[in-house]
């Protein structure tokens, strides 16, 4: 069975531009999250998609967005990208926030560096 | 406010010492989860405890869910260099925040 996967693995963005990150979930998980992990600091929850809904944020700039398809994949946008915005970009999955005994798997993440 | 305290931050042991990694909180959890991550790459996930007081072995990794399920730890028998890594704690609250949070980590580096 396949885990979550991510694209691109590694991608470099200049200043103030834009840029997408793709992550498709394990087969059968409807949520999908997203964190960010930069040099130095921990997890950080980004947001959270289940049946194609945005749930929950957590405390980043509007610039930062996403969606979930019909198909439970999901896309991270980042606008305006700031040099602080270099990090490593982690989707994972699962069946549901409320499924008992929740279980999250993390993709390979996404490396942004932006210069 | 760091919600999970994850002890020891770094620990170099010598291949075939035991180890024990802390995770603490005043919260309580619905669930919490132990990944290890390796550089450059994602977590993986290691186990997941859900029942106060619930005790989960993984071949020479023992994991604890505090009976309060307010704590966890990991312990390693024998650890091996195949054992180096960031080992990260990450509980979930109850309520609808589909939001884990983490310990800071602890870098594991066993020396063969």
């Known amino acids: 069975e396949a885990g979550v996967t991510q694209s691109p693995t590694h991608l470099i963005k200049t200043r103030g531009q834009q840029v997408t990150l793709r992550c498709s979930p394990i087969?059968?998980?409807?949520?999908v999250y997203w964190y960010q992990q930069a040099l130095g600091l921990g997890l950080q929850f980004l947001l959270w998609?289940?049946?194609?809904?945005?749930?929950n944020r957590g405390n980043f700039p509007p610039r930062f967005s996403g969606r979930q398809f019909p198909n439970y994949s999901s896309e991270l946008n980042v606008n305006a990208l700031e040099l602080e915005d270099s990090a490593l970009y982690l989707c994972?999955?699962?069946?549901?926030?409320?499924?008992?005994?929740?279980?999250?798997?993390f993709g390979e993440g996404s490396w942004l560096t932006v210069v | 406010t760091q919600l999970l305290e994850q002890s020891p931050q770094f620990l170099s042991i010598q291949e075939g010492e035991n180890l024990t990694v802390y995770c603490n909180s005043s919260?309580?959890?619905?669930?919490l989860q132990w990944y290890r991550q390796e550089p450059g790459e994602g977590p993986v996930l290691l186990v997941t405890?859900?029942?106060?007081?619930e005790v989960k072995k993984l071949k020479r990794l023992t994991f604890q869910f505090g009976d309060a399920r307010k704590d966890s730890s990991l312990h390693i028998t024998a650890a091996q260099p195949g054992d180096t890594g960031l080992y990260l704690c990450?509980?979930?609250?109850?309520?609808?925040?589909?939001?884990?949070?983490f310990g800071q980590g602890t870098t594991l580096q066993v020396k063969p």
């Open positions: 087969s059968g998980h409807t949520s």
């Open positions: 405890v859900v029942t106060g007081g």
């Open positions: 919260s309580v959890f619905s669930s």
């Open positions: 990450a509980g979930a609250k109850s309520g609808n925040t589909g939001k884990l949070i």
């Open positions: 998609y289940d049946e194609g809904e945005e749930r």
């Open positions: 994972a999955s699962s069946l549901g926030w409320s499924a008992p005994g929740n279980t999250i798997y």
